[in-house]
């Protein structure tokens, strides 16, 4: 007796359990490594997929462990070996993994044969940690064996790196011999193992039946949990502050997968005890009844009932143990309500009721967190068993009638509230620890201090820790282990057996300083789900399930929050994981936000697609239907037949018969609501250090496709040059803006931030992605479809209405330019695509300008010596006509006015845009307006190849062209003015905004005088338009060369340099008075 106590206190049994399991989970996760490693085509070492190295791959695989590679050249590739050894550091690395192997097991074993020599008592419900360790030793060595036999490329792995070391180091590895052994002895992993087991029987079957009262309690059905009314908080309303107190608080939390391991695996190894003892048998039976599958680490699962099925039918006397593995393996698959499916898909739907009710009581009270916490990990870790279960037979589903049992579409739910319950306890733990700090000063450490005086023997070393208990309950978690340890040594003077009242103290005492510092790694051991990880098309899975039921949509935000945890399941001696592990806990996560963002904006677009349908139904553009039908009635006129279906007033679909009648708006605002939900449970999160703010991939969302909703509103078709209205697109916009900020009702969302976002886009040629954007659209359109269909003369600029007008002729165009080009339709434009966007119109207008202006020049230099000669002798009429008969004809001067035309219509539409401009941005510094235009003084200046003397002689050239080109006009039959338009039909008034702007901008970057080469224009002109009405030859129409005079006046009027007195010093004022008279004589007037 006194030598077994000294040797549990020298050997530190507690403290080396402790260890060694956390190692034990550090080498089982490096094996899980490595064969993930192995199989994965991308990660598998490339020594073992190289074709040269493959004749050494089957050498070593088949003369394993005895491998002689000097003998055997002829199929090795000795220099390639030697290449790899030298170059890959995984070959060393991957064997010393399993060195580790070795040395846990070394230690694992010595462990074991201390306890056995100590003798030690278990009972989970006595001495909890002790019991609970020694167990989960056992089965993580296990494990770790199975995964090792699992390895399929082992052999090759540490022969290749022994024989590697043999070349280079002249003696083989002083490890490999025992590897080598190890590989072979574990090839049957099963039979091995329970050889090995055999001398612990005692202890391990001991340990196990300490389950066999509390395994049955806590496996029952929804059924019993509901009777007894399970986590509920609200069934006795008058114990509500009563703590939630049990002899084995540790107990009531631990996982039912981890106990159904213990027992499956224990007996596996210790099975002659289940031949012997009717207990055992009756627990085993019970745990193969729960399910097929049992995981050995995350993904790897084995078949528990066919591998004792197939060991046991290789060993005498176990004929009935394998009849009671086939009749409990058709209980799991058979259809009834006992069947294993049947009893989980029972217990998740009582637990998301029952997690539900907790949730909302402990919302509303978070003080009743103090006394009920422990009902707060029972419901975590019921729920957390019963998601592993689902997962793990997700993609392991047995032959059975009712496979719909292995499928939930509420997964969501229960997740959702795992999640709160978590939230609460991190939000409220200083409510906890001042609840427990006040229960263990005034109630566990007097409860404690009498427990010890009434106890007949306290040794020495007990005493001391005893007392410590009392006297600083801070370092109690620790003392509790190594007291546990201490008294269940065989025959110890205090013994925990003789003193069960001793050991319900201790547990409840460990429980409630648990609370003090280790609320967090409760709530890992009792939620952690970090295995949905290595399920990833399980978890995918259960996602889209759960994201098709509306009722579920709300807790959709589970599954990226479920991401945040999964840090938690890497290990410090498996690093190399580690960044894969994040990288795909990322990428899930993201996946998930990208889901959850993309139905919400559907449903939210969809929302203000309707809106904007009824808002359109609003516009006046409608309203000539029912004028007309108003005007019918009015005037008695036949009413439409039976038949024809009349068209409904705006706001019929919000009158409504009966409540019950649910539209299609109606369901979207529901699941507007259900989706919004989910994004206002956390506001952000992390996930392996990156901070994840999940109503920023709603607002990308919400950007990317208004974006593209908005271009596809202005209804641009190329092919046809068609293209929607701006003030059209301007109202849609305006109502998707309108419905869009009532989103701000559901979250805490910054829409104005995000429309501005979008419609800043919109002003710049392409948007973020580089798409085409509205600005582009609407700059090609009036370019190619009305600018160039101006030039063309059958659109009209009208100065008397601001706009273009359509020609009326007989082939009339697919739109009217006046909705396109009113003063409301260019205002319309000039908030749509802000000064930003028109000023991506003015350079593209611009660009076309000097097009044209380049084709003037080369005219002008065709025609140099005639025009230099015109200029000097434009005062002598009869030199005048010599020169104007050596011109090419009326061809090259018809040429000139054209180009000069399209130059003045272009300038005449910009100036349209530009005073709209001023309309809707006042302030910005491009609605500022001056004499000569700064934007086509840069483009005449970028175009300028030549020196500045020879281009100021062109440009003065330029201008006498045009000026001795004037007579032209008046043959052509659409050069009439017209009082309407306020300008002639040919668009030739716009020759006056081109002469004054492109002169003043020409002689700008030339550094001349405008105002007098304008003067010069001037008398040119005058002196070749007198000619006119001298000219007998010239039988002109006198309403055409009325017109013309009218021209004159116009370039006067239009330009900052020439004045009125100008104009009659060198043009008779008489003859414009009448000009005006005859062209106004002719125009009908309409009043009214």
Not at 624 to 635: D, L, V, W, Y
Not at 866 to 890: C, I, S, T, Y
Request: with cysteine; hydrophobic share 40%.
């Amino acid at each position: 007796s006194i030598m077994s106590m000294a040797m549990a206190y020298q050997q530190k049994l507690a403290e080396k359990l402790i260890i060694l399991n956390d190692r034990g989970r550090g080498v089982l996760l490096r094996m899980n490594y490595i064969k993930k490693t192995c199989m994965d085509p991308k990660l598998r070492p490339q020594y073992l997929t190289d074709k040269t190295m493959e004749a050494s791959v089957k050498y070593i695989n088949k003369k394993f462990p005895n491998i002689d590679f000097r003998g055997n050249s002829s199929n090795t590739n000795t220099s390639t070996l030697l290449h790899y050894v030298t170059s890959y550091l995984a070959v060393p690395s991957l064997c010393s993994d399993h060195r580790l192997t070795i040395f846990f097991q070394d230690h694992v074993y010595e462990l074991l044969n201390t306890i056995d020599a100590c003798q030690c008592f278990f009972n989970i419900a006595v001495n909890f940690d002790f019991t609970k360790n020694y167990l989960e030793l056992i089965i993580t060595y296990t494990s770790v064996i199975i995964m090792l036999s699992r390895v399929e490329d082992k052999k090759v792995l540490v022969g290749m790196y022994n024989c590697a070391h043999e070349m280079s180091n002249g003696s083989s590895d002083p490890a490999y011999p025992r590897l080598a052994q190890m590989f072979m002895e574990y090839e049957q992993p099963i039979k091995k193992l329970t050889e090995e087991f055999g001398p612990h029987t005692k202890a391990v079957t001991e340990a196990l039946l300490s389950l066999q009262m509390l395994y049955p309690r806590r496996n029952l059905s929804a059924e019993q949990w509901r009777s007894a009314q399970l986590l509920s908080l609200l069934s006795a309303p008058a114990a509500m502050l009563d703590p939630a107190c049990c002899d084995t608080m540790a107990c009531e939390y631990l996982s039912l997968e981890v106990m159904e391991r213990w027992i499956l695996l224990g007996y596996l190894l210790c099975h002659s005890s289940l031949n012997t003892n009717l207990s055992s048998q009756e627990l085993w039976k019970m745990a193969l009844r729960s399910g097929l599958y049992l995981t050995i680490i995350r993904d790897e699962t084995i078949n528990i009932h066919k591998i004792t099925e197939d060991y046991f039918d290789g060993l005498k006397g176990y004929s009935k143990r394998i009849a009671d593995i086939k009749e409990c393996h058709n209980c799991v698959c058979s259809c009834h309500m006992y069947a294993s499916g049947a009893i989980h898909r029972e217990r998740r739907g009582f637990l998301r009721n029952a997690l539900k009710e907790l949730v909302k009581v402990l919302e509303d009270e978070p003080g009743l967190l103090g006394p009920k916490v422990l009902f707060v990990f029972m419901a975590l870790s019921f729920s957390r068993d019963e998601v592993l279960w689902l997962v793990r037979y997700s993609e392991n589903i047995p032959k059975t009638k009712t496979p719909e049992d292995y499928v939930d579409s509420y997964m969501a739910e229960l997740l959702f509230y795992m999640e709160r319950l978590r939230t609460l306890m991190t939000k409220y733990s200083r409510v906890v620890q001042r609840y427990h700090v006040q229960y263990l000063a005034q109630f566990d450490a007097l409860l404690l201090n009498d427990t010890m005086q009434n106890m007949y023997v306290c040794p020495e070393e007990e005493s001391v820790l005893m007392t410590s208990f009392v006297s600083t309950l801070s370092a109690l978690t620790i003392k509790q282990g190594k007291q546990n340890a201490y008294t269940s040594v065989s025959k110890a003077p205090l013994s925990l057996k003789e003193y069960p009242d001793l050991a319900k103290v201790m547990n409840m005492t460990q429980f409630h300083t648990k609370m003090l510092d280790n609320v967090q790694e409760m709530l890992h051991e009792t939620s952690d789900v970090s295995i949905l990880c290595f399920y990833p098309r399980v978890f995918e899975k259960m996602f889209s399930q759960s994201s098709e039921e509306v009722s579920m949509q709300r807790y959709l935000m589970s599954f990226p929050l479920v991401c945040s945890h999964f840090n938690q399941t890497v290990h410090q001696l498996c690093p190399e994981e580690t960044e894969a592990v994040e990288k795909r806990s990322l990428r899930l996560c993201v996946t998930f936000l990208e889901e959850i963002a993309k139905q919400t904006s559907s449903v939210i677009l969809e929302i203000c697609t309707e809106q904007c349908n009824l808002n359109d139904q609003l516009l006046p553009k409608h309203c000539g239907q029912t004028i007309s039908a108003a005007r019918n009635k009015k005037q008695k006129k036949q009413m439409p037949k039976k038949g024809d279906v009349q068209r409904e007033k705006p706001g019929t679909e919000s009158q409504r018969k009966d409540r019950a009648i649910v539209t299609n708006m109606d369901k979207m605002h529901l699941t507007l609501t259900e989706l919004c939900s989910s994004f206002s449970g956390s506001s952000d999160f992390t996930v392996f250090n990156h901070i994840i703010t999940p109503t920023e991939f709603l607002i990308s969302h919400l950007e990317t496709r208004l974006t593209k909703i908005i271009v596809r509103m202005a209804h641009y078709n190329q092919t046809t040059q068609e293209i929607g209205r701006p003030s059209d697109l301007l109202a849609g916009i305006r109502a998707y803006t309108a419905s869009l900020h009532t989103l701000s009702r559901y979250l805490s969302l910054d829409v104005t931030r995000l429309v501005k976002n979008v419609l800043l886009q919109q002003t710049q040629p392409l948007d973020s992605y580089g798409g085409q954007t509205i600005t582009t659209l609407y700059t090609n359109w009036y370019l190619e479809g009305l600018l160039r269909q101006a030039s063309s003369n059958l659109i009209v600029h009208c100065p008397a209405m601001h706009c273009f007008v359509n020609q009326t002729i007989e082939n009339e165009n697919s739109f009217r330019a006046e909705e396109y080009s009113d003063i409301s339709e260019m205002q319309a434009l000039a908030e749509l695509i802000g000064p930003y966007g028109l000023k991506f119109l003015s350079e593209n207008l611009m660009w076309h300008i000097t097009s044209q202006v380049g084709e003037l020049k080369k005219l002008v230099i065709e025609n140099m010596d005639v025009l230099v000669q015109m200029r000097a002798n434009f005062d002598k009429p009869e030199a005048m006509a010599n020169l104007q008969k050596r011109l090419p004809g009326n061809t090259s001067g018809e040429n000139v006015l054209k180009r000069m035309t399209i130059v003045g219509v272009i300038l005449s539409f910009r100036a349209m845009a530009q005073d709209t401009l001023e309309d809707n941005f006042i302030s910005f510094p491009s609605c500022l307006t001056c004499d000569i235009d700064p934007a086509l003084v840069a483009a005449i200046a970028s175009m300028h190849n030549s020196s500045v003397d020879e281009e100021y002689k062109l440009t003065c050239l330029l201008l006498v062209y045009i000026a001795v080109s004037l007579p032209i006009l008046a043959l052509d039959p659409n050069s009439y003015y017209s009082r309407h338009y306020g300008g002639h039909h040919n668009n030739i008034h716009c020759l006056a905004t081109a002469v004054n702007q492109l002169s003043a901008a020409m002689f700008t970057v030339e550094s001349k005088n405008i105002e007098q080469h304008l003067k010069e224009f001037l008398l040119v002109a005058s002196s070749t338009l007198l000619q006119l009405g001298q000219n007998v030859e010239n039988r002109v129409d006198s309403k055409n060369r009325d017109s013309i005079y009218l021209l004159l006046h116009m370039i006067v009027e239009a330009s900052p340099f020439l004045s009125q007195d100008m104009l009659e010093s060198c043009f008779p004022y008489v003859l414009l008075r009448n000009a005006y008279r005859e062209v106004y004589k002719n125009s009908i007037i309409t009043l009214g």
